[in-house]
């Protein structure tokens, strides 16, 4: 919820006015089957995950109904609609595939759409702000249907076109979250510039409205205008701290929380800083840790979408109490030593001259990276300044790539109690590192794609193929949202003052 709400504060600062071109594009046969045919060989080329969850019969049968649909002239959304759709089915929360490379300003200025901030709780979507002048409906209220369309049929249908990992469904939802919710919406279900909206008032009372679509920059200009906004946009006006934060805790004895929005900082650009600096945090809150004999370690990671490895094999080295080192990950793999897609990737001039040099072939055609071109992989040992305490770990549906491969090895090694939801990031690994990252010849569709496949060094005491599971299961119910009150925070308190 907080970072998506961060993430529609981005798109206030753009200003102008734009509209979307894409409605009126129309690839021929010939366009549409280049383009697909152009995706279809990155992900054989590239994706070592391609059938790591589904068999390649069904996704060659994916491909081939896509293929031979291409038979006519189609529209772009519709062409759209077929690129997501083979996307979701790989089961792949690093594949990505946006209608257009600068989806900032698509989002907020290009196209208009529904013009409320939403927020799915327990299979329901509220309203969390009105993006409209109009005052009869508020924060709270349920959205039963839009053109007639009830709201569980449009989340069924938006959720086939979602990438997350393995079986994986909870993470799914930040398809029907915030400010992305236009996108999805607009993108694969109506284009319609006037909206028939039903909600459900606090006693379940129904309320009919008819709107006018908007941009998602109008609708927020508008969160602050509509007087209906005004307690809850007080309690949510304010960013999101991306910056790593150490406190005690005022209403706990002996407590201490570690918050990591996110596992990257300002002016990291390699694992070597990328791991001084987490060095540097954790000596830092250690220091004050030990001279305060704090015995309660919380450490949050929700909505954290990752980032560098090393960040969290670090991390996890200051945390280790009964062994003095521990398996991280397992061997990582790719399924190409040369693409002409690398030159679309994030590797370096320096790695792409040298990546058959870091690669060890297999007997299968595939490679496995060598593991001393990699710092992150391999073992982590345990830190001399290493917390001694009880340790809590907050984690939810937005906890992601490397947060949630330090989740899932935490839970395996049975370091501290998870509290929260389930993560988007697969207990068993993901598929990720470096990417490749392009748009397609004639739609100009983005695509993203992994091009390393990880496997996480646990013992299987869940699902692989499910995201990492809370000791604890705590939910937000809408009245929560509303008062923005931290219930799994709560939780663990509770936990702490028990124990």
């Known amino acids: 919820m907080k970072s998506f709400f961060t993430f529609l504060l981005i798109f ?53 109904s896509i ?52 927020i799915p709780v327990q ?47 909870l993470a799914k939802n930040f398809a029907m979250n915030g400010g992305l919710f236009p996108m999805f919406y607009y993108a694969l279900i109506d284009r319609s510039e006037i909206l028939k909206m039903k909600f459900a008032d606090f006693d379940g009372k129904e309320i009919e409205l008819e709107v006018s679509t908007m941009s998602t920059t109008t ?21 999101r701290s991306k910056k790593w934060k150490f406190s005690f805790l005022k209403d706990l004895e002996s407590t201490a929380k570690l918050v990591f929005p996110k596992f990257a900082g300002k002016n990291i650009n390699n694992e070597e800083q990328a791991h001084a600096a987490m060095v540097k945090f954790m ?43 521990i398996s991280y990950y397992g061997p990582a793999y790719t399924v190409t030593d040369s693409t002409k897609f690398f030159k679309y990737s994030d590797l370096s001039e320096y790695n792409q001259k040298h990546v058959k040099d870091e690669l060890i072939p297999q007997a299968d055609g595939t490679f496995m990276l060598n593991p001393k071109y990699n710092q992150s992989h391999g073992y982590v040992h345990k830190n001399q300044n290493a917390f001694a305490g009880k340790i809590y770990l907050l984690i939810n549906e937005s906890t992601a790539s490397a947060a949630a491969e330090f989740a899932a090895v935490a839970k395996s090694n049975g370091i501290g ?17 470096s990417f490749v990252r392009m748009s397609l010849t004639h739609s100009k569709i983005w695509v993203k794609t992994p091009l390393v496949k990880v496997q996480n060094a646990v013992k ?14 705590v939910t937000f119910t809408i009245k929560n949202i509303l008062e923005r009150k931290d219930v799994q925070m709560e939780f663990v308190k509770n936990l702490i003052r028990n124990n």
């Open 460 to 473: 299987s005491i869940q699902p692989m193929n499910r995201g990492v599971f809370p000791d604890n299961t």
């Open 219 to 239: 609708s927020f200009r508008n969160y602050k205008k509509n007087p209906v906004n005004k307690k809850v946009w007080k309690l949510y006006s304010k960013t």
């Open 123 to 169: 299979d329901k979507v509220y309203i969390l702000f009105n993006g409209t002048l109009n005052e009869d409906v508020k924060p709270g209220f349920e959205l039963l249907s839009i053109n007639g369309k009830p709201t569980s049929e449009i989340t069924s249908e938006i959720k086939k076109y979602i990438w997350t990992d393995g079986d994986i469904e």
């Open 283 to 325: 000596n830092h809150s250690l220091e004050k840790i030990q001279k305060k004999n704090i015995k309660n370690l919380i450490i949050d990671l929700r909505s954290n979408p990752g980032g560098w490895d090393i960040m969290g094999t670090t991390l996890m080295s200051y945390l280790l109490q009964k062994n003095d080192s």
């Open 12 to 64: 206030f600062s753009l200003k102008g006015i734009s509209q979307d071109t894409l409605k009126n594009v129309v690839l021929s046969p010939t366009q549409a089957r280049e383009d697909f045919d152009l995706y279809v060989q990155l992900l054989k080329e590239t994706h070592p995950g391609l059938y790591r969850y589904q068999s390649e019969e069904r996704i060659n049968e994916v491909m081939d």
């Open 67 to 118: 293929s031979l649909s291409l038979k006519e002239d189609i529209s772009f959304y519709d062409f759209y609609k077929l690129i997501a759709r083979l996307n979701a089915n790989i089961d792949c929360s690093h594949s990505l595939v946006l209608p257009t490379e600068n989806f900032q300003k698509y989002l907020s200025r290009d196209i208009k759409s529904v013009p409320f901030y939403v």
């Open 417 to 433: 109690i998870l509290v929260g939801s389930e993560t988007n990031g697969t207990y068993g690994g993901q598929n990720g590192t």
